[in-house]
T-cell receptor, first 115, second 109 residues
Framework: DTGVSQNPRHKITKRGQNVTFRCDPI?????LYWYRQTLGQGPEFLTY????????KSRLLSDRFSAERPKGSFSTLEIQRTEQGDSAMYLC?????????????FGPGTRLTVT | RKEVEQDPGPFNVPEGATVAFNCTYS??????FFWYRQDCRKEPKLLMS???SGNEDGRFTAQLNRASQYISLLIRDSKLSDSATYLC??????????FGDGTTLTVKP
């Protein structure tokens, strides 16, 4: 399977704990995006990378959230000191630049539940 | 006001019906536009890009009106399998995508 993969698929954690999610993009894609989605809403942009550079970060991304893409391949999203309001589906997507640019392909998501 | 707005529906239509969804966006500098389909508790899947000249893919037709800042999706001859949430997506610059909250379609036998 050469699509976008995300791990874990589900995560249940207690409030105050730290969690880390991983995303592996489609191998030839140089852009990687993170979104958060709650029930009844569309995906909400968090941040994106082009290769290893983090080019934009949403104002919604508090300092408890950090994302990395150290070698321009996989990415991690860490949430520190989780809060119940962090419960959501965290989606990763990847795309190329140029050509059919910015058509994003999504992974299956990581569903986070903070108790 | 949200940057990208869609009628949430739900749209309940019989099989074989034609249904149209609209989406409006507020940023006139928006550069690229897409429709995605999302099934319940699944990830969004790209349905089609939307070009200025309009484009068609089988039963699906997408159109863009830059002057009025809206995008439309027309589905002809609806199938039961078309039941899903349809998300309008606008790229406001080279990197950031803004999603609408989606329009829910239920096609009934």
């Amino acid at each position: 399977d050469t699509g976008v993969s995300q791990n874990p698929r589900h995560k249940i954690t207690k409030r105050g704990q730290n969690v880390t999610f991983r995303c592996d993009p489609i191998s030839e894609h140089n852009r990687l995006y993170w979104y958060r989605q709650t029930l009844g809403q569309g995906p909400e942009f968090l941040t994106y990378f082009q290769n290893e550079a983090q080019l934009e970060k949403s104002r919604l991304l508090s300092d408890r959230f950090s994302a990395e893409r150290p070698k321009g391949s996989f990415s991690t999203l860490e949430i520190q000191r989780t809060e119940q309001g962090d419960s959501a589906m965290y989606l990763c997507a990847s795309s190329m630049t140029g050509g059919s640019s910015y058509e994003q392909y999504f992974g299956p998501g990581t569903r986070l539940t903070v108790t | 006001r949200k940057e990208v707005e869609q009628d949430p529906g739900p749209f309940n239509v019989p099989e074989g019906a034609t249904v149209a969804f609209n989406c409006t966006y507020s940023n006139s500098a928006s550069q690229s536009f897409f429709w995605y389909r999302q099934d319940c508790r699944k990830e969004p899947k790209l349905l089609m890009s939307v070009y200025s000249s309009g484009n068609e893919d089988g039963r699906f037709t997408a159109q863009l009106n830059r002057a009025s800042q809206y995008i439309s999706l027309l589905i002809r001859d609806s199938k039961l399998s078309d039941s899903a949430t349809y998300l309008c997506v606008v790229n406001t610059n080279a990197g950031k995508s803004t999603f609408g909250d989606g329009t829910t379609l239920t096609v009934k036998p």
